[in-house]
């Protein structure tokens, strides 16, 4: 089985079939994480270029791990030990990086629509590995997978997206990920972190977090974007977590099997306290988990068999 598609660029750009196939796949490709040999030769002799433009940790371990689990060949390249720093345009390294005949090329970058650009100049099939504020595809769907482990279904569910919406792309990529699989989403967060008209993506606003909190099936922290915030918006980091943090106080209007998520890295105390990031609810160590077998699945879907 494989997508019809040569690039993963971002959630609006799948249907329904296609992320319950990725989905399934990954659950299936789940169990080889878990084997005393964790290898299988379903992509021997493919290559795959990792390239971050931005900094990761989750995200670039998680598609390292992917693509070594599934015997492809890997090469990781960062912008500050590329040519990049010498003055060469982000094209024309991706054409002498195509030039070597990769299979793929995962790509992190800063500036919205960078992987949309590559993808239409390399042959090569070119994954989203989240691009500036615009799209994280690939967050989107290691958290559906998460929720429909736990919860057993997607459809009906209520998913609450609290904070820094304005400049999280994974708030973005998820909104349209969960709408499109049936669950009802709510977004959450400070007039100052929500865009103007998010709305359209059907999707209600609060400014209310114990709003969203309230019967909630699953809760998705968001961290504050400190990096991408010039002016700061808001006051103070402790004014912020006493009005939108998720606290053991606020979660208790929560559904007893509410799940708690956060994309990572966590600001602890901030968007969400320590022992709320470690407690019962909390399954974000699931969803780093799921991260390596959702790239799996998307490397096996894309490169596995003949084009
Ligand atoms: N969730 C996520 O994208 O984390 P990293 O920035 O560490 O990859």
Do not use: W
């Amino acid at each position: 089985m494989k997508i019809e598609k040569k690039d993963i660029l971002d959630i609006e750009s799948l249907s329904t079939e296609e992320i319950e196939l990725i989905l399934d796949t990954a659950d299936s490709l789940k169990e080889i994480s878990t084997r005393p040999i964790k290898k299988v030769p379903t992509l021997r002799g493919k290559t795959i270029v990792h390239f971050f433009h931005e900094s990761s940790t989750r995200t670039r371990t998680s598609f390292e791990i992917a693509a070594k689990r599934l015997s492809a060949d890997t090469v990781s390249i960062s912008a500050s030990t590329s040519s990049i720093v010498k003055g060469e345009t982000l094209a024309d390294t991706v054409r002498n990086l195509e030039a070597m005949n990769p299979d793929a090329i995962i790509i992190r970058h800063s500036a919205a629509g960078a992987p949309h650009m590559l993808a239409r100049l390399v042959r090569s099939s070119v994954i989203n590995a989240g691009d500036g504020m615009h799209a994280h595809p690939t967050q989107a769907l290691l958290d559906m997978m998460t929720v429909r482990e736990k919860k057993g279904r997607l459809h009906g569910l209520r998913v609450a997206i609290i904070g820094d919406i304005a400049h999280s792309r994974v708030a973005r990529s998820n909104t349209v990920g969960f709408l499109k699989m049936g669950a009802h989403v709510i977004l959450a967060g400070p007039p100052t972190m929500i865009p103007q008209r998010i709305e359209v993506l059907g999707a209600p606003v609060t400014y209310y977090v114990e709003e969203a909190i309230k019967n909630a099936d699953v809760i998705i922290m968001l961290r504050i974007q400190k990096e991408r915030q010039q002016p700061f918006l808001f006051p103070s980091e402790r004014e912020y977590a006493s009005y939108y943090g998720l606290t053991t106080e606020n979660l208790a209007a929560a559904r007893d099997d509410v799940l708690i998520m956060h994309p990572g890295p966590i600001n602890r105390g901030v968007e969400i306290a320590p022992e709320v990031a470690d407690g019962p609810y909390s399954v974000i160590l699931d969803q780093v988990a799921n991260g390596v077998a959702i790239r799996m699945a998307l490397l096996y879907l894309l490169l596995g068999g003949p084009r």
